[in-house]
């Protein structure tokens, strides 16, 4: 580890990091390099390793842009980020502003980065309004094509009017699964010409998780060409708000990951104080009903507030749930404020074949917290992340305060001692 770079930055260190990605310059006026987040780190077919991440000067400026670096296999030594999307926006409207890009590799190697970007229109936020767009590269993000829009299918949640596009996220890496086709966990912003919020909080914007199966990508078609199914169509995975007069849903963010019978299991964030699940046992093609997760069966809920919560296959039948371990009212502060998104725990999962839901998990291990030093105006350890084996060893690649990108082994010992609540006589 680089004793001069933590010397020179101190608070990289706080979270322990065994892995530094990226430490910003903070050079540049036009385009900063202040605000890291949404960091997905992959492996090429070659073995070597990138990443792709949304980059800025703070959350929601217009000079939201997404870059990439490489690394080789080891993931030590990483390139400086190159600006592939989003170099050439208006910085009074935000038009042309590139955002939360997320990679996938098709088998003959073929790097494809699909993005959000805004067109100068706002439906719901200016950084999630936008048109999917892409661009792809054969020769291991050296160069890249010219970008183009594939024909993202819309939902009864976006506007009626179809020149204002729709309010979606892909936050984490699509799961390759069953016949080996991408499947994506998307959040969808509810268009307000479809529902009105109850209130002008931005943790009340209504929202819906749908899932988008990737058809075609194997076949290396240009972006156009590129056939997405919108496997939840009419069929949208809702959340309650609490006590909304209007029955809102909010639920986001999933995570997926293949249980060992075939089945398909995601974990989202709500705003109801605690994550929820949800199963598809036809390859995603339709789900159960959200509910509260929970340590297992008969267990107490697992809190959380409206932060990511990650949970990764670190084996077939065996997971790790990433999360604050309160219900979004922590310390002096209430609602679900930046300040709550900390410390991070983690919870061993293992496959419950008997469970109604399907992974119990461990009581929480502590892992990380900022101790809610600010960086770059930001204290939380919202867990934009990506997790991959590295030598052998298991990594979480996350933002740290969404400023430093660093990466942290996930000691298997310490998972190999957790506690399993019993269920409640």
């Given at each position: 580890?680089?004793?001069?770079?933590?010397?020179?930055?101190?608070?990289?260190?706080?979270?322990?990091?065994?892995?530094?990605?990226?430490?910003?310059?903070?050079?540049?006026?036009?385009i900063p390099d202040t605000g890291n987040e949404h960091f997905l780190v992959f492996r090429?077919?070659?073995?070597?390793?990138?990443?792709?991440?949304?980059?800025?000067?703070?959350?929601?400026?217009?000079?939201?842009?997404?870059?990439?670096?490489?690394?080789?296999?080891?993931?030590?030594?990483?390139?400086?980020?190159?600006?592939?999307?989003?170099?050439?926006?208006?910085?009074?409207?935000?038009?042309?502003?590139?955002?939360?890009?997320?990679?996938?590799?098709?088998?003959?190697?073929?790097?494809?980065?699909?993005?959000?970007?805004?067109?100068?229109?706002?439906?719901?936020?200016?950084?999630?309004?936008?048109?999917?767009?892409?661009?792809?590269?054969?020769?291991?993000?050296?160069?890249?094509?010219?970008?183009?829009?594939?024909?993202?299918?819309?939902?009864?949640?976006?506007?009626?009017?179809?020149?204002?596009?729709?309010?979606?996220?892909?936050?984490?890496?699509?799961?390759?699964?069953?016949?080996?086709?991408?499947?994506?966990?998307?959040?969808?912003?509810?268009?307000?010409?479809?529902?009105?919020?109850?209130?002008?909080?931005?943790?009340?914007?209504?929202?819906?998780?749908?899932?988008?199966?990737?058809?075609?990508?194997?076949?290396?078609?240009?972006?156009?060409?590129?056939?997405?199914?919108?496997?939840?169509?009419?069929?949208?995975?809702?959340?309650?708000?609490?006590?909304?007069?209007?029955?809102?849903?909010?639920?986001?963010?999933?995570?997926?990951?293949?249980?060992?019978?075939?089945?398909?299991?995601?974990?989202?964030?709500?705003?109801?104080?605690?994550?929820?699940?949800?199963?598809?046992?036809?390859?995603?093609?339709?789900?159960?009903?959200?509910?509260?997760?929970?340590?297992?069966?008969?267990?107490?809920?697992?809190?959380?507030?409206?932060?990511?919560?990650?949970?990764?296959?670190?084996?077939?039948?065996?997971?790790?749930?990433?999360?604050?371990?309160?219900?979004?009212?922590?310390?002096?502060?209430?609602?679900?404020?930046?300040?709550?998104?900390?410390?991070?725990?983690?919870?061993?999962?293992?496959?419950?074949?008997?469970?109604?839901?399907?992974?119990?998990?461990?009581?929480?291990?502590?892992?990380?917290?900022?101790?809610?030093?600010?960086?770059?105006?930001?204290?939380?350890?919202?867990?934009?992340?990506?997790?991959?084996?590295?030598?052998?060893?298991?990594?979480?690649?996350?933002?740290?305060?969404?400023?430093?990108?660093?990466?942290?082994?996930?000691?298997?010992?310490?998972?190999?001692?957790?506690?399993?609540p019993k269920k409640r006589a």
């Amino acid at each position: 580890m680089d004793t001069e770079l933590f010397a020179a930055n101190p608070e990289l260190g706080r979270t322990s990091p065994d892995y530094v990605i990226y430490v910003p310059k903070g050079t540049d006026e036009r385009i900063p390099d202040t605000g890291n987040e949404h960091f997905l780190v992959f492996r090429r077919k070659d073995g070597t390793f990138a990443a792709v991440w949304t980059q800025s000067g703070h959350e929601g400026q217009y000079n939201q842009h997404i870059v990439f670096a490489e690394s080789d296999a080891s993931a030590r030594s990483w390139s400086a980020p190159r600006i592939i999307a989003g170099e050439k926006f208006d910085p009074e409207t935000g038009r042309d502003m590139c955002s939360w890009g997320y990679p996938l590799v098709s088998r003959s190697g073929r790097i494809y980065v699909l993005y959000s970007k805004h067109i100068g229109v706002n439906d719901v936020f200016t950084h999630t309004t936008g048109r999917l767009a892409g661009i792809y590269s054969d020769d291991n993000g050296k160069s890249w094509s010219a970008e183009a829009y594939p024909d993202f299918p819309r939902s009864e949640y976006d506007s009626p009017d179809p020149a204002m596009p729709g309010n979606c996220i892909t936050w984490q890496k699509p799961l390759r699964f069953g016949d080996g086709r991408y499947l994506a966990g998307i959040t969808r912003w509810i268009s307000p010409a479809r529902a009105t919020p109850s209130d002008g909080n931005w943790i009340h914007a209504p929202s819906v998780v749908d899932f988008l199966r990737f058809e075609n990508l194997d076949d290396d078609p240009e972006i156009p060409d590129l056939k997405l199914t919108l496997l939840t169509a009419g069929k949208s995975l809702r959340f309650p708000i609490p006590d909304d007069p209007r029955g809102n849903s909010l639920i986001q963010e999933p995570t997926l990951n293949e249980l060992p019978d075939g089945r398909l299991f995601a974990v989202m964030r709500t705003v109801a104080g605690t994550a929820a699940w949800s199963v598809s046992a036809d390859g995603g093609e339709s789900w159960s009903e959200p509910e509260t997760l929970r340590y297992g069966d008969g267990l107490p809920p697992v809190e959380q507030p409206l932060s990511p919560c990650p949970c990764y296959t670190l084996s077939e039948g065996e997971y790790v749930l990433f999360y604050h371990n309160h219900n979004g009212h922590y310390g002096p502060w209430t609602a679900h404020a930046t300040e709550t998104r900390r410390p991070i725990c983690m919870a061993y999962g293992k496959f419950d074949p008997e469970g109604r839901q399907p992974v119990r998990f461990s009581a929480p291990l502590s892992w990380i917290d900022s101790d809610n030093i600010e960086l770059n105006h930001r204290c939380d350890l919202a867990m934009y992340s990506s997790f991959e084996y590295v030598d052998g060893r298991l990594v979480l690649f996350f933002p740290d305060r969404k400023h430093f990108l660093v990466g942290k082994v996930i000691d298997r010992a310490r998972l190999a001692n957790a506690v399993f609540p019993k269920k409640r006589a």
